[in-house]
């Protein structure tokens, strides 16, 4: 049974310049929520997605947007880097029919390593 | 203002050693609280998950209490292993599943 996988594991960017990372969600999972983690921080909610709409939005500006495939895979894109977009990203999945319930837990996947130079 | 707050920042003891982990919350209204482990540059997995009926959930040598009255939880870890080396965050749930709120974690070093 195939966890959450997230490509690539690190990366280096420079300032101004866009990314692209990708996240393909736990086998049988429907939605994919996206989260920003500074170092020494708790992660940051940035946007989710289901059936192939964003359904919830964090607190981040329009440079960060996403995609999801009929697959149910996600991209999030993060365009004009800035230097503090330096960051661990995270993916997140979850089964929609599990969204009431409260002992469903979030299935991370292990993060992009994104810096921004 | 819906906050997490988790004390202490940081934590180091001995192998063998039990320890406790405190978190308050401020987020209203309550759905349920959970605990997350994360090892250094890998994503958090769930360790428990309370809602406000519960008062304490196990798993393993990990046991969180809940004080719905109070907000606060805790995460005791007995008979640390090295393999507990991680940050352990606390994490609330407000009206719905997916509004977390993300306290910042502590970081908990065992040493041999």
């Known amino acids: 049974d195939a966890g959450v996988t997230q490509s690539p594991t690190h990366l280096i960017k420079t300032r101004g310049q866009q990314v692209t990372l990708r996240c393909s969600p736990k086998?049988?999972?429907?939605?994919v929520s996206w989260y920003q983690q500074a170092l020494g921080q708790g992660p940051q909610f940035i946007f989710q997605?289901?059936?192939?709409?964003?359904?919830q939005r964090g607190n981040f500006p329009d440079r960060f947007s996403g995609h999801q495939f009929p697959n149910y895979s996600s991209e999030l894109n993060v365009n004009a880097l800035l230097l503090g977009d330096s960051a661990l990203y995270l993916c997140?999945?979850?089964?929609?029919?599990?969204?009431?319930?409260?002992?469903?837990?979030?299935?991370f996947g292990n993060g992009t390593r994104l810096t921004v130079t | 203002k819906n906050q997490v707050e988790q004390s202490p920042q940081s934590l180091i003891i001995l192998e063998g050693k039990n320890c406790t982990l405190q978190?308050?919350?401020?987020?209203?209204?309550?759905?349920?609280l959970r605990w997350y482990k994360q090892d250094t540059g890998r994503g958090p997995v769930s360790l428990t998950i309370?809602?406000?009926s519960e008062n304490t959930k196990s798993n393993g040598r990990y046991t969180a209490t809940l004080d719905a009255d109070t907000k606060q939880s805790s995460l005791h870890i007995t008979a640390s292993q090295l393999s507990d080396s991680a940050s352990y965050i606390c994490?609330?749930?407000?009206?719905?599943?997916?509004?977390?709120?993300w306290g910042a974690g502590t970081k908990l070093i065992i040493k041999p």
């Open positions: 978190c308050n919350y401020t987020v209203s209204p309550f759905s349920n």
């Open positions: 994490v609330v749930s407000g009206d719905s599943n997916y509004q977390l709120i």
């Open positions: 086998s049988g999972h429907d939605t």
């Open positions: 309370m809602t406000f």
């Open positions: 997140a999945s979850s089964w929609e029919r599990d969204r009431g319930r409260y002992d469903s837990p979030l299935h």
């Open positions: 997605y289901y059936e192939e709409e964003e359904r």
